[in-house]
């Protein structure tokens, strides 16, 4: 079945460590994005990629780093210059890109806990 | 000030009663998701909706673009129901899904 796999689920890391989140897709997709929810807030928006090889940064990308070398994979590292990195960060991706709109499909997340 | 705004933030309900979830903005926008997180966090979309309304099964969606408002109903509601429900306007300034805003959310427990 096509859709989006996010791993590891669950992280713990140390202070000043990178991190690298895994999200992989197999529904043909140009487009994917990489979000983060904190409790009490809406998804905000780490990076974006509408197309292999590109990549845009979001409201929140300070800390963080992509790379979209494959059209079916976009991982995020996250640094160790992000100041509060515990967080729950979503993976998604869709048909639409530029001026078009599409469904959006997201995966299960990865739970990431800064000790 | 918040560009979405949805009401209510926590909604309880008991099996089979009817269900609405608002949602407001404030930009002009192209395009409308509602979006339904289940308490594992994963997230799914339900609709995707630029004017009138849509419907599967028994969720629908409705959209008045002049009045920038979408409401989220669901009839005959279910346990299987609680989540939380998302509503993400995208602007139309933007022209990428790379610009959508997310509301805060609704939680819907339906109680059997």
């Known amino acids: 079945d096509g859709g989006i796999t996010q791993s590891p689920k669950y992280l713990f890391r140390k202070e000043g460590q990178n991190v690298t989140l895994s999200c992989e897709q197999n529904?043909?997709?140009?487009?994917m994005y990489w979000y983060r929810q904190d409790p009490g807030q809406g998804l905000r928006l780490i990076y974006y990629?509408?197309?292999?090889?590109?990549?845009q940064k979001g409201d929140i990308a300070e800390g963080y780093s992509v790379s979209r070398e494959k059209k079916e994979s976009f991982p995020l590292t996250v640094t160790s210059a992000q100041k509060n990195p515990t967080a729950f960060y979503l993976c998604?991706?869709?048909?639409?890109?530029?001026?078009?709109?599409?469904?959006?499909?997201f995966g299960e997340g990865s739970r990431l806990t800064v000790l | 000030k918040n560009e979405v705004e949805q009401s209510p933030q926590n909604l309880t309900a008991q099996e089979g009663e009817f269900i609405t979830i608002n949602c407001s903005y404030s930009?002009?926008?192209?395009?409308l998701h509602w979006l339904q997180q289940h308490p594992g966090g994963g997230i799914v979309s339900l609709f995707m909706?630029?004017?009138g309304k849509k419907k599967h099964g028994r969720l629908i969606a409705t959209i008045n673009i002049q009045e920038k408002h979408s409401s989220l109903h669901i009839t005959a509601s279910h346990p299987r129901d609680s989540a939380v429900y998302i509503c993400?306007?995208?602007?139309?300034?933007?022209?990428?899904?790379?610009?959508?805003?997310f509301g805060k959310g609704t939680k819907l427990s339906v109680k059997p």
């Open positions: 993400a306007p995208l602007p139309n300034y933007g022209g990428s899904q790379g610009n959508l805003i």
């Open positions: 990629s509408q197309i292999v090889n590109d990549f």
């Open positions: 909706l630029s004017s």
């Open positions: 930009v002009g926008i192209s395009a």
């Open positions: 529904l043909n997709h140009d487009a």
């Open positions: 998604a991706s869709s048909t639409g890109t530029g001026g078009r709109t599409g469904e959006l499909f």
